[in-house]
């Protein structure tokens, strides 16, 4: 094997070693080349010349980052003199010159282990190929100690890490005895010396485990490397945990009964050479020692004594004591260690239990220390009934018996080691299995009883709270409504009367006028004849010279002898299902102001014929509109049945007699009365027949029934129905008036908006013109059509493609040809709610109200001719209302016989017979069209959208493509490992003669000396600081 170098290059162990003679002493030490295991040192002076000093910094900086040194030692380094920084620098770059060869990267030694790899045995292998073999993983062991960072890195992103473990898993069982295995974690370890490399290795979801598995090999120095690995991992952060899973692993790779059990036999069994014996038993007791000293055994008693359980139960004690035989000092260390931990541990328990000393291995001990502390306290009971149920365990020792004393054991065990988070810092052996959350749901009752009688008090006082909140609520948005409904009729009344004002005052100056014309034509007398009277000439017609159409230029009224100039399509077309409006009904229409002879010069004739040729049209209808109706239970009248629902009615009140009295005498000025519960108050109103039975027991008030008794004390209300229906018809009519007026106004808008709408009338020119272009014989020659006709241009469909419409052409049309007329809609706004309006339905409802609003004036009529009794403020209250609700009633009919001349006219307009035409048929047929229209153009648009997707996508494919290339080459974020101070191998070593353990032992020491009092010479080591990643 070639020389190894001293200070060549950048990996971890290589870059330190290089310059540990730098940080010590006070002289500068030189730089020194070695160059063969029997040649001493020698001095190198650089063969090139010192460059400046910024230069010569930024050459450093890059040869210091390469080395992967820690904070400490990068400032050490960049401390030396300049002189110093330069010798450094050239030997590096030599060494580097030198180690230019195909060995010196990470690609050559992938492939040799794949190759290996792949051949899985050594039986075939002469004895000259297994040696190449060791001799290349050696070598690649060697350069990842001294190959510069890049190689490191590069070795990372190759995925080399992988390559190894997959060579582990893939050993047969020569090669698992073979120095190979052996060099193959040396590699690892190497690896692991790099603060990159060990986090990468650390990050790796399999590698601990796989490291774990070497374990079975017979191999003294691969079990002895695997376990210094795996000791060094636990003094990592968080890797602790890893090596817990790695063993629990491991059980199951090996069927171990237990964890822990090869290693305990490994420490028991003799190999007969003692080197390899000794230095196999430090090891593991070094890793022994540091699974129960790091991780949470650093802080936690408990996880410290339920780890040496597991070992004790595995027979380590009497191991130890026939250990102390090999007389080696290194292993005594370890063994002074665990048994010193285990004697400060055990004193700090039986602290707890105040005794000098616990025999843990003595159940009646154990069991009388437990008894005598919990022994009066409430834990005692369900100790004992832990112990009762514990006898009724099974005890047999077949079957599944073991199975539920090992549940007990761990479920016990969750409960001593699981923090306040629920985690266990060991590899928990029960998933889902939260103590804390456990403990939760056995809190005290009695405390959960008085925390439930609180809350529901609580609650049933917010109830109480809320209800008056609402009612005062209720009664402000009353008065509120009130006042700005009498804000508002004030208002208008107040216009009406300066209206009124100022035409009387016209008519009045009228009426003077006239008179004084009067008395002038009485006193001249003049003979008056009948030719004297001329007659006027009717009007002419104005004629429109560019107008080709009879009913655009003159008066006269076409008639069916006369026939328009159509042009006549070449072929038959498909006929456009409208209802012909007869010439009859022409007159006073829009169809006098339209002319589609103009439309025929600007439309495509040969496009349209091409697009609906004739065909057999098959139609297909669907209905698809179901009308579901509920059917309203009516109540019963029974006597039993109906003074049941009064309780009922009563009970949801909450309000007694006396207060039900106040609110209907008062009109409910606080608002005690919903308008539902009116509503039902209504039903229960007391008959002639209740009212004299009541009369006959009303010496018994007492011992009637709750709903009785509410029904004597309303009848004793003078006019209690008719008081109860006007207050139920005052606190509704806001409401009902707030339903019809919109449903007016609909309808006042939507007939103007159809009568003004030029877009509306460019739209029904162009259908007009397509029509009677697409028709023949008697169906075509048309003037006019049927406002229904405008949801049969969907039926017809084109020859080319199923599923275009005329009305889909139509828009493509409007929107080349006229595409201001596309903003009809918007000139619609209001179709959707007219065409909800239902007019019988609506002067059905204005006949009750009008009717009801008789009822309330007959009423109040009545009771202002009688005597008021204390408290009755109906006179006051009610004629008030009147006065407010004439005046918005009034305003309301009028407002509806406006809409309904503005209906007739525009029924009329369009050729409409108005007679038998209603508001939601007429705007009903608008609105369909609108919602039709509104699809076609959708679907349009998303043809369009379609088409240029289509354009796109081979596009679209090639940049996905490029990009799901970019991310394939995209490499991710490298781990950044912590590193404090020190190298992997310095952590290792340190575990192994057991100096990490020596600041802990001294402390024992100490701590034995003082409880002991005694005073013994014990030589004391340098104690070494624990290294932390």
């Known amino acids: 094997m070639a020389p190894r170098k001293r200070g060549g290059g950048g990996g971890n162990r290589g870059g330190l070693s290089y310059i540990f003679c730098c940080f010590n002493g006070n002289d500068h030490p030189e730089i020194t080349y070695r160059l063969r295991e029997d040649f001493a040192l020698q001095a190198m002076e650089p063969a090139l010349p010192m ?59 992938i492939d040799q282990l794949n190759s290996m790899a792949a051949r899985t045995t050594l039986l075939a292998l002469e004895k000259e190929d297994e040696e190449e073999r060791n001799k290349t993983i050696e070598s690649l062991k060697t350069a990842l100690r001294t190959q510069p960072m890049r190689f490191v890195t590069r070795f990372i992103d190759l995925d080399g890490l992988t390559c190894i473990l997959n060579f582990l898993k893939s050993m047969d069982y020569e090669t698992t005895e073979s120095q190979i295995h052996t060099s193959l974690i040396g590699c690892i370890k190497a690896l692991m010396n790099n603060s990159q490399g060990r986090a990468h290795v650390l990050s790796h979801s399999e590698s601990i485990n796989i490291i774990a598995q070497s374990l079975a090999t017979e191999n003294i120095k691969t079990k002895v490397a695997v376990l210094e690995i795996m000791g060094a991992v636990c003094l990592v952060p968080g890797g602790h945990k890893k090596i817990l899973e790695a063993m629990m692993h491991y059980q199951r790779f090996a069927c171990e009964r237990t964890r822990f059990q090869t290693l305990i036999n490994d420490l028991d069994r003799s190999t007969g050479r003692y080197r390899d014996e000794v230095n196999l038993k430090t090891a593991i007791m070094s890793f022994i020692n540091a699974v129960l000293s790091q991780g949470a055994g650093e802080t936690s008693l408990e996880f410290r004594i339920h780890l040496r359980y597991e070992f004790l139960m595995l027979g380590i004690q009497p191991v130890i004591d026939k250990l102390r035989s ?87 065990q969750q409960m001593v080691l699981q923090n306040d988070k629920g985690h266990d810092p060991d590899v928990t052996p029960l998933e889902n299995f939260n103590v804390k959350n456990v403990v939760r749901m056995l809190v005290n009752e009695n405390e959960v009883k008085q925390w439930k009688e609180q809350a529901e008090k609580m609650r049933k006082e917010h109830h109480e709270l809320q209800q008056r909140f609402e009612k005062k609520e209720r009664e402000c948005d009353a008065k509120t409504q009130e006042k700005e409904d009498m804000m508002q009729t004030l208002n208008k009344m107040k216009e009406k009367l300066e209206k009124e004002s100022t035409e009387h005052k016209n008519v009045k100056q009228q009426v003077a006028e006239l008179t004084g014309q009067l008395h002038e034509l009485s006193t001249v007398r003049r003979p008056f004849f009948r030719g004297d009277v001329p007659s006027s000439p009717a009007a002419p017609w104005r004629h429109d010279a560019s107008s080709t159409s009879p009913t655009a230029s003159t008066g006269w009224t076409p008639t069916s002898s006369w026939r328009k100039n159509i042009p006549q399509p070449s072929n038959a077309l498909k006929s456009f299902n409208w209802a012909k409006l007869s010439e009859n009904k022409l007159e006073g229409t829009v169809w006098m102001e339209v002319d589609d002879a103009k439309v025929f010069k600007i439309l495509d004739l040969e496009d349209i014929e091409k697009t609906f040729s004739a065909y057999q049209r098959q139609q297909k209808e669907a209905e698809d509109d179901a009308l579901t109706s509920k059917k309203v239970k009516e109540l019963s009248v029974i006597d039993g049945r109906r003074a049941q629902n009064c309780n009922i009615l009563l009970s949801r009140l909450k309000l007694s007699n006396e207060e039900m009295k106040r609110a209907i005498l008062t009109m409910d000025e606080q608002e005690d009365l919903p308008k539902d519960m009116l509503e039902q108050l209504l039903k229960f109103v007391p008959e002639k027949s209740d009212v004299d039975l009541l009369e006959e027991h009303k010496h018994e008030l ?51 908006e159809i009568l003004h709408s030029r877009n509306l009338k460019q739209l029904l020119e162009v259908v007009l013109a397509f029509g009677n272009f697409m028709n023949k014989g008697q169906r075509g020659n048309a ?129 409409e017979d108005a007679g038998k035409m209603q508001p939601d048929e007429f705007f009903g047929i608008f609105d369909q069209f609108l919602q039709s229209f509104a699809e076609a153009q959708q679907e349009n648009e998303n043809m369009r959208k379609r088409k240029e997707e289509e354009e796109r996508r081979a596009k679209m494919e090639a940049q996905l493509k490029e990009q799901r290339e970019k991310e394939r080459k995209a490499r991710k974020a490298k781990a950044n490992g912590e590193d404090d101070g020190g190298e992997f191998d310095d952590l290792v070593s340190a575990l192994r003669s057991g100096e990490v353990f020596d600041k802990d032992l001294s402390k024992m020491k100490r701590n034995r000396k003082r409880i002991n009092s005694q005073t013994t010479d014990a030589s004391r080591e340098r104690p070494v600081t624990k290294l932390n990643f």
């Open 51 to 109: 460059p400046g000093y910024d230069e010569l910094d930024g050459m450093f900086s890059e040869l210091v980052d390469e080395l992967d040194l820690s904070e400490k030692h990068r400032e050490a380094m960049f401390a030396l003199p300049a002189e110093k920084k330069w010798q450094i620098y050239c030997s590096k770059k030599k060494e580097q010159e030198e180690n230019k060869s195909a060995t010196s990267w990470p690609e050559y030694y």
């Open 326 to 412: 090999h007389e080696n000092s290194t292993l005594d260390r370890h063994l002074d260690y665990f048994e010193m931990l285990r004697n400060e541990d055990e004193l700090a328990l039986s602290k707890r239990f105040e005794s000098v000393h616990i025999d843990t291995k003595s159940a009646n001990q154990v069991f009388d220390l437990i008894r005598k502390k919990i022994n009066h306290t409430d834990a005692h009971p369900h100790f004992m009934s832990v112990l009762h149920h514990c006898l009724l365990m099974p005890h047999k020792r077949s079957g599944n018996t073991v199975q539920y004393w090992l549940l007990l054991d761990r479920i016990v």
């Open 783 to 911: 003037y006019g059509f049927k406002v229904s006709s405008l949801n049969k241009i969907a039926d017809t469909k084109s020859s080319i493609d199923k599923n275009i419409t005329l009305l889909h052409y139509l828009i493509t049309i409007l929107e080349k040809k006229y595409p201001k007329v596309l903003m009809f809609q918007d000139d619609l706004q209001s179709l959707s709610d007219a065409a909800k309006v239902n007019m019988t339905e609506l002067e059905k409802d204005i006949g009750n109200m009008r009717s009801g609003l008789k009822g309330v004036e007959s009423e109040l009529e009545y009771q202002k001719k009688r005597p008021q009794e204390p408290g009755d403020k109906f006179v006051s209250v009610v004629s008030q209302f009147i006065t407010v609700a004439s005046f918005s009633f009034s305003d309301v009919e009028d407002s509806l016989v406006e809409a309904k001349e503005l209906f007739l006219k525009a029924v009329k307009h369009f050729g």
């Open 702 to 752: 007492d011992r009637m029934a709750k709903a009785d008794r509410f029904f004597y004390e309303m009848s004793r209300i003078n006019h209690y129905q008719q008081r109860l229906q006007s207050l139920y018809f005052k606190k509704k009519f806001a409401e009902r008036i707030a339903e019809i007026k919109p449903k007016v106004e609909a309808l006042s808008r939507a007939s103007k």
